[in-house]
């Protein structure tokens, strides 16, 4: 239900869950991406384009990656998400708190 | 295509694998009213994680009753936990923290309180009792 592609983008990895990121699927995402940021790929876009449906599980897998990048003086990203994820983003006030691009290209100018 | 009413229950037993199929069983109920199947299964996958991991009930029962009826969805949310009122009880999320400090707890509350009108906790016998009511805004309305 969850599958995560992550690419590495001119030294920015982008990182993009695909499915549902929810109290199922959260410690799949976490798992995909504990081993990927280092000291050296610290800055990360969280593409959400093909996220359908994210709860405050999923939130607390975001947050981990987030607080992960932070640690490694690094910065993690949203973009893309579409309105149902959106909505989810600022009722949480994570939209604020991580920063939320429209577009991947967008993101990536922002680094 | 006239107006159509939703008055459903979804019954669940299995813990977290029951949330596809929360998913699934919405997508059928509430495929006239696209725009709420992610509010209300956030809603219910909120509470049902609240049951689970705090609700100390064994074997947990849950039954969730589900009516769209005069532009109103009303969600009744029961389970057989111990007596809590997650409308007084749960912890308060702070949304203005930083990155580093940024805590979970508290927020699928925050979500129902945000997403609905009006919110009622009843003890019934040995049953929490929670009444979700929102309004339907006119875009989310069936077509008719």
Not at chain 1, 22 to 27: A, F, M, P, V
Not at chain 1, 58 to 68: D, I, P
Not at chain 2, 116 to 139: E, F, G, M
Request: aromatic share 6%.
């Amino acid at each position: 239900m969850l599958e995560t592609k992550i690419e590495n983008k001119e030294g920015i990895l982008v990182i993009a869950p695909i499915g549902r990121l929810d109290g199922l699927t959260s410690k799949d995402f976490l798992e995909a991406t504990e081993n990927e940021i280092t000291n050296e790929a610290n800055k990360v876009i969280l593409n959400l384009e093909n996220l359908d449906y994210i709860s405050s599980e999923g939130l607390r897998s975001v947050l981990t990656t987030a607080k992960k990048t932070k640690a490694f003086d690094g910065q993690l990203v949203i973009s893309g998400p579409r309105d149902g994820v959106k909505e989810v983003l600022d009722i949480s006030g994570f939209g604020q708190m991580l920063g939320v691009f429209a577009t991947e290209e967008e993101a990536l100018k922002s680094f | 295509m006239s107006h159509t009413n939703v008055d459903c229950t979804l019954t669940l037993t299995k813990g977290l694998n029951d949330l596809p199929y929360i998913a699934e069983q919405l997508s059928m109920f509430l495929k006239e009213y696209e725009s709420l199947i992610n509010p209300v299964n956030l809603m219910i996958e909120e509470l049902y994680s609240n049951s689970i991991y705090y609700g100390s009930a064994n074997p947990l029962n849950v039954n969730i009753h589900l009516k769209i009826n005069n532009g109103m969805l009303e969600v009744i949310y029961e389970d057989n936990g111990k007596p809590f009122n997650p409308l007084i009880e749960a912890d308060s999320p702070d949304l203005e923290q930083s990155i580093e400090d940024r805590q979970i707890g508290g927020l699928g509350i925050h979500f129902i309180k945000s997403m609905t009108d009006q919110q009622n906790y009843q003890r019934i016998n040995s049953l929490n009792q929670l009444t979700l009511v929102k309004k339907l805004a006119s875009t989310a309305h069936a077509k008719h």
